[in-house]
C-alpha cells in the first residue's frame, strides 16, 4: 500500500461526457502529479500540483483541467470524452517539490465507448 | 516529444540469462530514478542515481548514471521470472521546471 487512494479505479462513460477522478496522496506530501499511460506504454506527464500551485504542464489537452484543494487531494477533470482518451490514469505524491520518491496510486482506468 | 527514449521496448529472455535496457536523452537530468510496474498497479521505486557516473547495486541489479547526466543503463544478472515487468526511467530536468517525465517503457518477460 503506498499510501496514495485513487477513485474511481474504474469508470465506464460514453464520448463527449465529462468524469472527474480523484486522487489522496499520502499523508505529509505536497506535491501530486497525475500522469496517463494508455496500452502498457510508459507515462505521460500531464501536471504536476505543489501545495496548491500549479508547478508545471505536459501534454495534458484543453479538454482537461486539474486542482489541488487546500487538504492537498487534487482532482483530474476530463471534458468532452473521445474513444482516445481510454487510459489508465495515475496520481503519484511525494514531500518535496523536485526530489524524492514519487509513491503512486492503483489508477483509474477510463473506458470511453 | 519523448524525452527519454528506452530500449530495448520489449524482451523476452530465459531464466538465468543476463541483460541490460537502456535510457537515453538529449537533455540533462538533475537525478534519474527507475522503476518497475506489475499488471494493474501503480509503479514502484527501485533505485535514484544524482551523480554522473554514479553506479548502484540492488541485488542482481545494477543502475548506471551517464557521466554527462544523459542517459541511464539498468544491468539484471541471471534473471529470474519474479523479475517481469515494465522497467520505467524517469527523469527530473530541475532547473525550476518541475516537470517529472517517464521513459518509453521497457517489457521484460523471463521464461522459467
Known amino acids: 500500500d503506498s499510501g496514495v487512494t485513487q477513485t474511481p479505479k474504474h469508470l465506464i462513460t460514453a464520448t463527449g461526457q465529462r468524469v472527474t477522478l480523484r486522487c489522496s496522496p499520502r499523508?505529509?506530501?505536497?506535491?501530486v502529479y497525475w500522469y496517463q499511460q494508455s496500452l502498457d506504454q510508459g507515462l505521460q506527464f500531464l501536471i504536476h500540483y505543489y501545495n496548491g500551485e500549479e508547478r508545471a504542464k505536459g501534454n495534458i489537452l484543453e479538454r482537461f483541467s486539474a486542482q489541488q484543494f487546500p487538504d492537498l487531494h487534487s482532482e483530474l477533470n476530463l471534458s468532452s470524452l473521445e474513444l482516445g482518451d481510454s487510459a489508465l490514469y495515475f496520481c503519484a505524491s511525494r514531500t518535496g517539490v523536485d526530489t524524492g520518491e514519487l509513491f503512486f496510486g492503483e489508477g483509474s482506468r477510463l473506458t470511453v465507448l | 516529444t519523448q524525452l527519454l527514449e528506452q530500449s530495448p521496448q520489449f524482451l523476452s529472455i530465459q531464466e538465468g540469462e543476463n541483460l541490460t535496457v537502456y535510457c537515453n536523452s538529449s537533455?540533462?537530468?538533475?537525478?534519474l530514478q527507475w522503476y518497475r510496474q506489475e499488471p494493474g498497479e501503480g509503479p514502484v521505486l527501485l533505485v535514484t542515481?544524482?551523480?554522473?557516473?554514479e553506479v548502484k547495486k540492488l541485488k542482481r541489479l545494477t543502475f548506471q548514471f551517464g557521466d554527462a547526466r544523459k542517459d541511464s543503463s539498468l544491468h539484471i544478472t541471471a534473471a529470474q521470472p519474479g523479475d517481469t515487468g515494465l522497467y520505467l526511467c524517469?527523469?527530473?530536468?530541475?532547473?525550476?521546471?518541475?516537470?517529472?517525465?517517464f521513459g518509453t517503457g521497457t517489457r521484460l518477460k523471463v521464461l522459467a
Open positions: 542515481v544524482v551523480t554522473g557516473g
Open positions: 524517469a527523469g527530473s530536468m530541475g532547473g525550476g521546471t518541475y516537470k517529472y517525465i
Open positions: 499523508s505529509g506530501d505536497l506535491s
Open positions: 537533455s540533462v537530468f538533475s537525478s
